[in-house]
């Protein structure tokens, strides 16, 4: 896991020098004296994962005809995590999932609930007992920039979606 968080702040580090973008840093010294610089949304993500408030349970990647891949990952989000805390997440992990055709993240309410569908991913839930346990659906299209989040304020069953752009 710290391995993990190593390389999602080295990732996001290098992807904020390469847009050349302004954000608010932080330094941290450490104790063998070297400077740790976190970006803001890096340190909300961590802040989330640490708070168990959303936590990474699978990912399941099925191979397109042209080569390319769609992808599907499941995460378990606590009852009480809000619109902004999801759409932070989503915004600061994005950049790690530039590859393949289709990303596709999935939030359940219950860690038990959560499962793949049975039909091809990009197809999604369409099962009842799925999708009242569904928070919210996070869609990249790598390919044409297509990049939402669909929020749901109960679950999918029950709410309509709120969909909201992820840069």
Not at 99 to 104: A, D, E, K, T, V
């Given at each position: 896991m ?9 990732t ?12 608010a840093i932080q330094e941290i010294?450490?104790?063998?004296s070297?400077?740790?610089?976190k ?24 191979i ?5 891949y ?7 989000v ?7 805390q ?12 530039s ?6 993240f ?25 999708s009242?346990?569904?928070k919210?659906?996070y ?18 069953f ?7 752009d992820?840069?």
């Open positions: 710290k391995n993990l968080i190593n390389l999602l702040i080295c996001l580090i290098l992807v904020s020098f390469s847009c050349n973008k302004k954000k010294s450490n104790t063998d070297v400077k740790i610089i970006t803001q949304q890096e340190k909300i993500t961590t802040k989330l994962m640490d708070k168990n408030l959303i936590k990474k349970i699978d990912s399941k990647q099925e397109r005809n042209d080569g390319n769609n992808q599907m990952t499941l995460f378990e606590k009852e009480d995590i809000s619109l902004e999801i759409k932070s997440y989503c915004s600061s992990v994005k950049p790690n999932y590859n393949g055709y289709f990303q596709i999935i939030f359940f309410k219950k860690p038990n609930s959560a499962r793949f569908p049975d039909n091809p991913v990009t197809a999604l839930h369409n099962d009842e007992n799925d009242k346990n569904i919210a659906v869609t990249i299209n790598n390919i044409n920039g297509y990049s939402k989040l669909d929020y749901y304020e109960n679950n999918s029950e709410s309509l979606a709120q969909t909201f992820i840069y």
